[in-house]
């Protein structure tokens, strides 16, 4: 299938966000055209970023359009304007993501939609069956999809309730109305297919040793996703950054391939694992 080309407004929202001012050291009339050329720009770019939200359907379509390598660019540019003044260079490197790392997912034709979230892993996922969980081990999900809040954690729950079966559960790993020990104790019975949380309770989890990553197969970014404010998961330092920690997770960092074929992951003997955002 036909790979469709980024828009050009994709990189200039993020440009957007982390462009610098004219310096007050121009010369004014130097510094009043630049300001005036300035604010064309901005006004521009704002035009041009307002048609990648669709308001309707909730979602920032420029994710759709993403290869892995701007998608790890997108990434890096969001961690240098969320720490940018605390970390150092070596720290932000730390928190990104290589493009090599992501699985492509631009194929995908439908809009990344709650609903659509379902056909979406079908159609990408490592796992052949997406109703099956590890026969013994408990707590160990082929899946893992982070969201940037309880409530819309909640809703992805809902909606992955289509690949429970039987005693295979979907995991809630998120603190809206859920406990630790309350999560902890469901994992800890239950054979778990499917697991959605935010990014700080699950590094918790895996901390814990409730929640395994032994049968991972994929980890989904709910990076489309937009509130009323049309903000998604990327746009908030609160969940941007705990959501890039537990990207780099090690076990994670040494498992990503951007391979087309099972099996083919990174390291000896590690298990493939795809990163992708939806």
């Known amino acids: 299938m036909k790979k469709r080309k980024a828009p050009h407004t994709a990189t200039d929202s993020t440009s957007s966000t982390l462009s610098q001012s004219v310096s007050e050291a121009q010369q004014e009339p130097v510094q009043k055209k630049a300001k005036k050329s300035k604010s064309k720009k901005k006004a521009k770019r704002s035009e041009e970023d307002e048609s990648l939200f669709d308001t309707e359907k909730g979602i920032n379509t420029a994710f759709a359009f993403m290869d892995p390598m701007l998608m790890a660019d997108y990434l890096a540019q969001k961690i240098e304007w969320a720490g940018g003044n605390d970390l150092s260079s070596v720290e932000l490197g730390d928190l990104g993501v290589q493009g090599t ?3 492509d997912t631009t194929s995908f034709q439908s809009p990344r939609t709650l609903d659509n979230m379902p056909s979406f892993i079908e159609e990408f996922a490592f796992t052949k069956d997406i109703m099956k969980a590890p ?3 408990k707590g160990a999900p082929h899946t893992i999809i982070v969201a940037g809040g309880g409530m819309r954690a909640a809703g992805v729950v809902r909606t992955m309730r289509k690949f429970q079966s039987g005693d295979v559960k979907v995991a809630k790993c998120f603190a809206k109305h859920i406990k630790m020990e309350e999560a902890v104790k469901f994992l800890g019975s239950h054979k778990v297919g499917v697991a959605v949380g935010t990014p700080q309770r699950l590094i918790d989890l895996v901390d814990n ?4 990553l032994s049968h991972l197969d994929q980890l989904l970014v709910d990076a489309s996703h937009i509130d009323e404010k049309k903000r998604g998961v990327l746009d908030m330092k609160e969940t941007l950054m705990p959501l890039c920690k537990w990207l780099n997770v090690r076990q994670f960092r040494e498992s990503y391939t951007a391979s087309p074929s099972e099996g083919e ?4 003997g ?4 795809r990163l992708m955002f939806y």
């Open 101 to 103: 790392s992501i699985y």
């Open 135 to 137: 026969k013994k081990e």
């Open 270 to 273: 590690q298990r493939p694992l």
């Open 265 to 268: 992951g990174k390291g000896d």
């Open 209 to 212: 040793g409730a929640l395994k």
